[in-house]
């Protein structure tokens, strides 16, 4: 098991749900619609399977009509992140959600549907059971790049002390790892955490 899945998967309160189907009726991605669909086309198993289960709407006023508060909630999210273009954004629906917001195949669901919601920083519908733990894994997640920032200006200072190359050496390498660590959370803004 992958060390994401030990430290995110497995540990999310599953109970937290209240299985009210939102997350299921009106979804979105960070990849554009025609990119999915290249994608399918060239086998890439996540665009398989995210395409195979759910399906556009032809408009956002269509995706408004199915849950308004969920695509408000996204959209508003997307533009607190400077990340909303309405050309470049598709909703879907899961095609397996029935009228009592259940899933129709529930007990074979793919693992994208299992790992719901996937990342800390996932948009998820207003009143989600979810919502508070995910607030709080957010908040560890800019704790750590703060810390990786300290980190780094402990390192600048300590850089100025030292002449051996080799020591310098190894400093730029720890120096370049933790801004790996910072730049993973880029996306959601870190450099202004």
């Known amino acids: 098991m992958s060390s994401y899945e030990e430290n995110y998967l497995n540990k999310r309160p599953q109970e937290l749900c209240h299985m009210c189907g939102k997350c299921c009726r009106v979804v979105t991605t960070s990849i554009p619609y025609d990119k999915l669909l290249e994608l399918q086309n060239n086998g890439d198993k996540a665009a398989c399977d995210f395409l195979g289960i759910f399906v556009p709407f032809k408009t956002i006023e269509d995706a408004k009509k199915a849950d308004c508060g969920t695509v408000e ?75 990786a920032k300290e980190e780094l200006l402990e390192l600048q200072v300590l850089k100025n002390k030292v002449n051996n190359p080799d020591t310098l ?6 120096e370049h790892k933790i801004q790996r660590t910072i730049d993973m959370y880029k996306k959601y803004g870190s450099e202004n955490w």
């Open 73 to 147: 909630n996204i959209i508003a999210q997307l533009k607190a992140d400077n990340n909303y273009n309405e050309s470049q954004i598709t909703f879907y629906t899961c095609k397996h959600l029935q009228d009592d917001n259940k899933c129709s195949i529930y007990e074979k669901r793919p693992t994208l549907c299992r790992h719901c919601p996937s990342t800390p920083w996932a948009i998820v519908p207003p009143g989600c059971g979810f919502e508070g733990w995910l607030f709080m894994k957010r908040e560890e997640d800019k704790e750590r790049v703060r810390k």
């Open 169 to 174: 050496n190894k400093i730029k390498a720890v």
